[in-house]
Every structure is written in structure tokens, then in C-alpha cells.
């Protein structure tokens, strides 16, 4: 059986370029820490994949700190500052701040912006929110790379991502912060990241995301997304038209070019997932970070979907590189199965 990926918000697939330039990092054997030349030879290429990084993200005038993925970066961001949020952000930032700021129509409503944490874009919807000036903190995980942003721009005091949803490795990040702001190291020993995050810098993984970077933003300027969304509209449309109970959330919004949301009353997100997984098709109920759990979506509910209608809904979310045969194929495929569950 020739599978067909449908959930790159969950990951995507590594970049060529991010491939190649992990495979030269590897011939680095110095510790980017040492005084030697193996050690600074190490240590230019994490900062030129620094550099990288910020010309990726728009962050001249600002510091890139090198960790984990987003998780550990909203941790560092936000821990301790008594920030707000709202029930749309990802659970990594739910778990830091007050989920008080109320959510109208899709969009969260902001009184205090130095005091709050809003997402650029949703995993679970792809519904993209129009940030603040003065943000205290944004999670641009979901978004970087296939909507416009620019930290130089965007007014917002510090923003973190993680390599694999762009088409990097999985397993490191950055936080990206004003040159100079204070910072609350949360692993603490030999000071690497200017002070902010200790421990040996994974070069490997950060060459791959320095790369994978690069190549999502070219990829962005070219346009390339524009055709994705096309492809996310023929798939609703299929789908509205074999099954018109569905619900498409969020689709009278701003969203991202490659998500689609699809309740279908009646048919569990996870039955949804396991019946598509047996016909060919990853695609997933919501965060996969969040799948398996019993709870319904607190983004859906903060949407206004009650829980029966949350626990039915699924995301297909596409790679730049999918095509319209594919999306084509699930779609045949899935309202095949959703006709014979509203017929039964």
C-alpha cells in the first residue's frame, strides 16, 4: 500500500537541505565550548546557524537561544511571569499562564498585551490570529513559514518554534528574545546560549534547522503556499458536497493555506483516524500532543463546539509538497466511509 501523509502539523518531512546540511555538521567533532580549533570551528557553525535563524525569523537586534523544541522554549519564556493566555494555545503554553483571555468568533480578545501569551497559528484549526502590539510572548510553532511574520515587525517581545514543523529534525528549537532581556535559565551549568540554556549545543540538529529554515522562508517568498490552499479548499469542498452535515471550522477565517478542520456529527475524530490509517491515509483528531486522551478539545470548546461535536473532528493538514492527487484520494476515500455512516 502506498501511504499518503496528511498530519505535517504534527511533523513534517526533513527538507533535503536540512538533510545535507546535518550530514556536513556531523564531520564537526569539536565542542563548540572549546578554545582549540575543532572547538571553534564548531562553534562558527553554530553561529552562522544562529544567524540563520534570526534572518529566517526577522530578528535582527535580537538573540536566537538554541533548545529542545517549543515546548522548552515556552517554558523559558514564560514560566514565573504570570502571563495570560487563552484555551486555544498549545498545552506546552497552557501549561505556564492564566487561560483567561476570551475568545470571540476565532479571535482572542486582548486587554493587556504586555501581560499575555497568543499563538500565531493553531495546530488544531489553523486559524491565524492577528497579534498585538506589545505581546508579551507568541507561540509562532504552526505559522512560521507558511503565513507572513517577522519579528522585526510583529511587536512582539519574545517568539519560539520548533524545527520539525518547517521541515527540520525534531528534537530542537529556539526561543528568540530582545539582545539583552533577562532571562531565567531553567538548565543551569556551563552557561552555553549566553547564560540561558545550558548544555553542549546539539550542532547536528541545529544546522538541519538553520537550513530548513532558510528553505521555508524561500519557500514562502516564492508563493508556493498559495497552491496548497487551493488544495485545502478542493478537499473541503469534496467533502461538503458528499457529506453536507460536516462542519469546516473555521473556514470563514484567516487560517493556514494547508489545515482543514472537519467535524463530522456522529463520527468519532479517533474512529476517523484509525479507519483512514487502514485505508492509507496519517492523519490525526487534533494536537499530537493531545491525541489519546480522552478530554475533549479545549480549543474546540473555546470555540464554541460542544463536546459531542469535538470529539468528532479531524485534521488534515497538508505539506507543501502534497499533491492534488492525494488530497483527491483521501477525500474519495474518507466520504466513502461517511456516507455509509450516515446511511447505517
Known amino acids: 500500500m502506498n501511504r499518503i501523509y496528511l498530519d505535517h502539523n504534527a511533523t513534517t518531512l526533513l527538507r533535503a537541505e536540512a538533510r545535507a546540511a546535518m550530514i556536513a555538521a556531523m564531520e564537526v567533532v569539536g565542542n563548540p565550548s572549546s578554545v582549540h580549533g575543532e572547538g571553534r570551528a564548531a562553534k562558527a557553525l553554530l553561529e552562522r546557524s544562529r544567524a540563520t535563524v534570526a534572518e529566517a525569523v526577522g530578528a535582527s537586534g535580537a538573540d536566537v537561544v538554541f533548545v529542545s523544541g517549543a515546548t522548552e522554549a515556552a517554558a523559558l519564556a514564560l514560566a514565573g511571569r504570570g502571563l495570560r493566555g487563552s484555551d486555544l494555545e498549545h498545552e506546552a503554553v497552557r501549561a505556564w499562564v492564566e487561560c483567561d483571555l476570551p475568545v470571540v468568533e476565532g479571535r482572542v480578545t486582548v486587554d493587556e498585551p504586555a501581560r499575555s501569551v497568543v499563538q500565531l497559528a493553531n495546530s488544531e484549526t489553523g486559524i491565524v490570529q492577528a497579534l498585538p502590539e506589545g505581546l508579551a510572548a507568541s507561540d509562532i510553532t504552526q505559522g512560521f513559514g507558511r503565513v507572513a511574520f517577522s519579528y522585526a515587525w510583529a511587536g512582539v517581545e519574545q517568539v519560539f518554534l520548533s524545527a520539525h514543523k518547517f521541515g527540520g529534525p525534531k528534537g530542537i528549537g529556539a526561543l528568540v528574545v530582545p539582545r539583552g532581556f533577562d532571562v531565567a535559565a531553567q538548565l543551569r551549568g556551563g552557561g552555553q546560549e549566553m547564560g540561558r ?5 546539539n550542532i547536528v540538529a541545529i544546522a538541519g534547522m538553520a537550513a530548513a529554515a532558510a528553505a521555508a522562508q524561500a519557500d514562502l517568498a516564492a508563493g508556493r503556499w498559495g497552491r496548497v490552499a487551493e488544495l485545502r479548499n478542493i478537499l473541503e469542498k469534496a467533502v461538503a458536497a458528499a457529506v453536507p452535515q460536516t462542519i469546516s471550522v473555521g473556514n470563514d477565517l484567516n487560517r493556514l493555506p494547508n489545515t482543514a478542520c472537519i467535524i463530522c456529527p456522529g463520527w468519532r475524530g479517533e474512529t476517523q483516524v484509525m479507519a483512514m490509517d487502514l485505508a492509507g491515509f496519517a492523519v490525526s483528531a487534533g494536537s499530537a500532543c493531545s491525541s489519546g486522551k480522552v478530554r475533549s478539545s479545549p480549543v474546540l ?44
Open 301 to 344: 470548546r473555546a470555540l464554541g463546539f460542544g463536546d459531542d461535536l469535538a470529539a468528532c473532528a479531524l485534521r488534515v493538514s497538508l505539506g507543501i509538497d502534497t499533491t492534488e492527487d492525494e488530497v483527491l484520494a483521501f477525500a474519495d476515500a474518507w466520504c466513502a466511509r461517511a456516507k455509509r455512516l450516515m446511511a447505517a
Open 197 to 201: 540554556r545550558s548544555g553542549t549545543e
